[in-house]
Nanobody
Framework: QVQLVESGGGLVQAGASLRLSCAAS????????MGWVRQAPGKEREFVAA????????DYADSLKGRFTISRDNAKSTVYLQIHSLKPEDTAVYYC??????????????WGQGTQVTVSS
């Protein structure tokens, strides 16, 4: 059974940095592409970032490039999302996704439960 457990969310002030983690189990992590997707209140899910199995290739939503960094540690079966200069509009539930690569939700068969990030102004 595949499990993806996100952590690291919380309430932060605008301008702060945050690192989200997603610990994976039940799948061949070192051969799995991973992604992050977020959903703001009242909005549809939005692609954030993706990383290939090796970590050699990454992709980001155009609007988020520069502030978001996706990385992974295959020895720990964990993928990370570093966010700098947080803005109130970054407030959302951040979901980890596994088993694919790219900006479309249907590329990923496995999903975590999400971690809430709230940015106060």
């Amino acid at each position: 059974q595949v499990q993806l457990v996100e952590s690291g969310g919380g309430l932060v002030q605008a301008g702060a940095s945050l690192r989200l983690s997603c610990a994976a189990s039940g799948l061949p992590f070192s051969r799995s592409g991973m992604g992050w997707v977020r959903q703001a209140p009242g909005k549809e899910r939005e692609f954030v970032a993706a990383i290939t199995w090796s970590g050699g290739t990454t992709d980001y939503a155009d609007s988020l490039k520069g502030r978001f960094t996706i990385s992974r540690d295959n020895a720990k079966s964990t993928v990370y999302l570093q966010i700098h200069s947080l803005k109130p509009e970054d407030t959302a539930v951040y979901y980890c996704a596994a088993g694919g690569y790219g900006s479309k939700e249907h590329f990923y068969p496995y999903w975590g439960q999400g971690t809430q990030v709230t940015v106060s102004s």
